[in-house]
């Protein structure tokens, strides 16, 4: 007899986002989108002149979402290879809108904006990235980096030309090699993978891992149960150790339904 199909456990999640200007910093040039209801987070991290920074972040929290939606629609399909396919042509519609609005126009020289997509279905979250936000996993006590920056000084250290220490201070340090608005081919890096009930994801702009270590990270994701406190705390700690940028830092806590945080 034909077993009826059962259909996947999906998670409950709650989310919370702080974001900081920062002590040194003129203009917020951080944005961030905290989608619950669509299980979608992103948050971007601008650059550029005048108002550049502002501008190529904002597109990024607000186009792109829309052509996720769309992409997905179109596909016809949930599953992760669709969500996949649709996370990478919607970065690089919108990487290539955003160059082509920019060029010639006054202000927007130089614009560009990193970018961390976490997008949870069922049990898996999909997430794509470019430049140097960064997205953790924590899960059993542990902390995981599931991004990997596209930056000048990530190209250095694994060629053996600097260390991972000498990274943290290098010159080149915020230099990107790939990111929104960038001239010449985009390539977002995009991955699919299983979560457990009790994951805890952390997406986070360069102001908070430029300034505090991965073990501290850990620390306050491991003592701050609450995803609001854990995000305060982070952003708290970046303006303790100087507060040079600006700091947005968004947890999202995966709970089995009718589990508890």
């Given amino acids: 007899m034909e077993q009826p199909a059962h259909k996947p456990v999906s998670w409950s999640v709650r989310a919370a986002c702080a974001s900081d200007i920062g002590r040194h910093r003129q203009k917020q040039q951080d944005r961030y989108l905290l989608a619950p209801e669509r299980k979608l987070f992103i948050v971007s991290d601008g650059m550029g002149g005048r108002q550049a920074g502002e501008v190529a972040a904002q597109a990024v929290v607000t186009v792109l979402p829309a052509l996720l939606e769309r992409g997905l629609e179109r596909a016809h399909a949930a599953g992760s290879e669709a969500r996949e396919r649709v996370l990478r042509e919607s970065i ?96 977002p890096v995009v991955q699919t993978l299983p979560l457990l009930a009790g994951d805890r994801l952390l997406l ?58």
């Fill in 204 to 261: 986070c702009t360069d102001g908070l891992t430029s300034l505090v270590p991965d073990q501290h990270i850990a620390q306050i994701l491991r003592t701050s149960p609450q995803a609001e406190a854990a995000c305060q705390a982070l952003v708290h700690t970046t303006n303790t150790a100087g507060g040079k940028d600006n700091t947005t830092t968004l947890v999202v806590d995966c709970i089995a339904r009718g589990g508890s945080s």
């Fill in 92 to 187: 690089v519609e919108m990487s290539q809108h955003l160059r082509a609005e920019s060029i010639g126009r006054v202000g927007l020289h130089g614009l560009g904006a990193t970018v961390v997509v976490a997008w949870l279905y069922d049990t898996q979250v999909s997430l794509a990235h470019l430049g140097d936000s960064r997205l953790y996993l924590f899960r059993a006590d542990r902390l995981l980096l599931l991004t990997e920056d596209h930056s000048v000084v990530t190209l250095l250290r694994q060629r053996g030309e600097i260390t991972p220490e000498e990274a943290r201070t290098h010159p080149a340090r915020g230099q990107l090699t790939r990111y929104v608005g960038m001239e010449g081919e985009v390539t």
